[in-house]
């Protein structure tokens, strides 16, 4: 089992910048087969939606094209943690952000909900205009 808390999350204005963590935990990437990691996000009334993947390895990374250029994602094996930095934050990103985990190494990073086993809570990003 992998278990995954997000954190870093928080009430900003437009064109603020936020960086997430999501720490792993348990049967950890550094024991598993190389896997992928991802970000999703849900805003209110709306469907969750895929925000960027990362392959583990430090490999091929994957974004939504409403945050290409925007928005960063990375690893750091060593900490068992991933991060997305966020920039140029507007109210449209305003959404609970998700970590998701998968044991499978998949290339490209997968966009689908459905290929990642492992969620974490979410964090709350709210971006006032």
């Known amino acids: 089992q992998v278990q995954l808390v997000e954190s870093g999350g928080g009430l900003v204005q437009a064109g603020d910048s936020l960086r997430l963590s999501c720490a792993a935990s348990g049967q950890t990437f550094s024991t598993l087969t190389m896997g992928t990691m991802g970000w999703f996000r849900q805003a209110p009334g709306k469907e969750r939606e895929f925000v960027a993947a990362?392959?583990?390895?430090?490999?091929?990374?994957s974004y939504a094209d409403s945050v290409k250029g925007r928005f960063t994602i990375s690893g750091d094996n060593a900490k068992n943690t991933l991060y997305l930095q966020t920039t140029e934050l507007n109210s449209e990103d305003t959404a609970i952000y998700y970590c998701?985990?998968?044991?499978?190494?998949?290339?490209?990073?997968?966009?689908?909900?459905?290929?990642?086993?492992?969620w974490g809570q979410g964090t709350q990003v709210t971006v006032s205009s």
């Open positions: 998701a985990a998968s044991s499978n190494m998949i290339i490209p990073p997968p966009r689908g909900g459905s290929e990642y086993d492992y």
């Open positions: 990362i392959s583990w390895s430090g490999g091929p990374t």
